[in-house]
Nanobody, 112 residues
Framework: QVQLVESGGGLVQAGGSLRLSCAASGSIFRFNGMGWYRQAPGKQRELVAGFTSGGNTIYADSVKGRFTISKDNAKNTVYLQMSSLKPEDTAVYYC??????WGQGTQVTVSS
């Protein structure tokens, strides 16, 4: 069984930064297939950043150059560093393993 717990969301002004954390427990293999998704009100959930099965990183075009996904294998934790935040980044952010296992989500609100 896999459990994912996100933390680090909050309210920030446009241009600010936040770091989200996803603590994982259970059968995680080098975090391949781990990703961060987000869902804004009235919109579909979308992939923001993730690790591919080959261990490479991928990003949505809308966050390239602003967001960075990273991992700490020793802590079983995946991070999402978000910089130069925009109001359109406001959403609930979810950590996921292969889009099968999901965390509870953490709210990120960016004020203009």
């Amino acid at each position: 069984q896999v459990q994912l717990v996100e933390s680090g969301g909050g309210l920030v002004q446009a241009g600010g930064s936040l770091r989200l954390s996803c603590a994982a427990s259970g059968s995680i293999f080098r975090f391949n297939g781990m990703g961060w998704y987000r869902q804004a009100p009235g919109k579909q959930r979308e992939l923001v950043a993730g690790f591919t099965s080959g261990g490479n990183t991928i990003y949505a075009d809308s966050v390239k150059g602003r967001f960075t996904i990273s991992k700490d294998n020793a802590k079983n934790t995946v991070y999402l560093q978000m910089s130069s935040l925009k109001p359109e980044d406001t959403a609930v952010y979810y950590c996921s393993l292969r889009a099968i296992y999901w965390g509870q989500g953490t709210q990120v609100t960016v004020s203009s």
